[in-house]
């Protein structure tokens, strides 16, 4: 049984436009054409941007702007049907063949990027987007200082990184060291696209903003979270990146944890940033790290297998047929902190899994005494209280609650207190790189993983990676289209519990 809940459609705020330029390094890249420029379009159109901007891309490529625009056009060209208006955006973009690590590049860089100031009356701030090869993040924000291409006129500085910020945390902190030589903290922007994401954004509101859920939200009311991120499709054409990074690297120590340092931090003074990312770092920094024994209780990994018709990981494109590669990981977190102490948060993520999914499921505990089930009456057992966060695909909050069987006697059922948004709405949601675009200008890092969080996510992931590394799993262990191997489930049984989806 479902009660719809009607929700109300807010009027937008109106916003000054923020005056800037772009540098885009990776102008022509895969990222910068399907998901960038679209969201920057999307920006333009809805006013966060005004005639005040202009965009250099950069690549190794020789480009005319001709050239250039023409493929700007053709990126937004799901986005509208006004070609005046398509033509116009693309009058503010300009190409310089660039590589990364030739000096004069950027000195001449540095003059082109005047020139636009001039142009286009930016105010002197410069936004640099860095969508490359994770190799190429450090040299890039190095020569950036060292040659002169950054503002020296009052304007602001901003650097954008792409995922993955390292392989462990080791080579997170030297990556982390050569960006902060040139920008601060606070000038680099780490981009996790499920921060943009419409649902992990309204974690803190339904959190704070409503006291009798925040008033229960510790161990002594939830029994476990649950929250999963699944895809169906499998590696398709990523082997090269993907066979080196697992699902491990790839979901769980960004995606998954920055949705959890949401989940668990303790309210901030206020929603600003600096005082967000302190509560997150001192949630990830209380999650208690395994021993090589602790990870192997757990800690689960998997590979798929085939199903459904489809080939094994071992056997896609561009995979070694040995490969011991992770496409599934599991665990279970634990924090050391008053707030969560008996509270085990269960994560998992994984590629070829039965459904696309991205939730959050937060069990809570059921009442100490179960009243109904004495005297005279035959209810159904009750059943735990259930808030769910939807994330992927559908966008949405339901809530599962005990109430009295409308037949005659006393009986109890479970319904569902469920707001889903609606298509109309959902098509009027910003994409993530949209969101975290407009935050940028905005000089907004609320939504941007700060250094302090990364370093916490990998000294929690390093210990299970490297028993990973150093240990021959029996692989593949979960048939594709399924929701992992049968240890996934075992990891929660231990603990009386049981994953809610898709089982509920
Ligand atoms: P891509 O390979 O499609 O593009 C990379 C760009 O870098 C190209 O424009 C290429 O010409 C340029 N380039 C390579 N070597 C260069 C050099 N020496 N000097 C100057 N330019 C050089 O890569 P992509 O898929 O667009 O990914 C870019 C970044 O975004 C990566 O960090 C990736 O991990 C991240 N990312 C991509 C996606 C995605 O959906 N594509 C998703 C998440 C994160």
Known sequence: MSIEIIKGENDMPTEIPTRAT???FGGTGDLALRKLYPAIFNLYKKGSLSTHFALVGLS?????????RAKIIESISSETDDKAQAEEFASHFYWKSHDVTNTDHYKELGKIADELDQKYETDGNRIFYVSLAPRFFGIVAKNLKEQGVLSTNG????LVIEKPFGRDYASAKELNDELTSAFNENQIYRID????KETTQAIPVIRFGNPIIEAIWNQNYIKDVQITLAEKLGVEDRAGYYDTAGALRDMIQNHTLQIVSYLAMDEPNSFVDTEIRREKVKALESMEIYDADGVKQNFVRGQY??????????DEPGVPHDSNNNTYAAGKIVFNNPRWGKTPFYIRSGKKLATKTGRIDIEFKKPIVDIFAKGTHQPAELK???LTLLID?????????????SAQGMHTETVDLSYLQSDARAAEVPLPYERLFHDILKGDGTYFASWAEVAAAWKYVDPVQKLWDTTQPDFPNYESGSMGPKAADELLARDGNSWYFPNK
Do not use: C, Q, W
């Open 60 to 68: 190794r490529k020789a480009l005319t702007d001709e050239e250039f």
């Open 155 to 158: 304007g602001f500085n901003r």
């Open 193 to 196: 696209h499920y921060l943009g």
């Open 393 to 405: 695909p559908k966008i949405g909050i339901t809530l599962e609650i005990n109430t009295k069987n």
């Open 305 to 314: 297998g085939a199903g459904d018709g489809t080939p094994a990981y071992r």
């Open 384 to 386: 735990s209280n259930v």
């Open 22 to 24: 772009f540098m885009l």
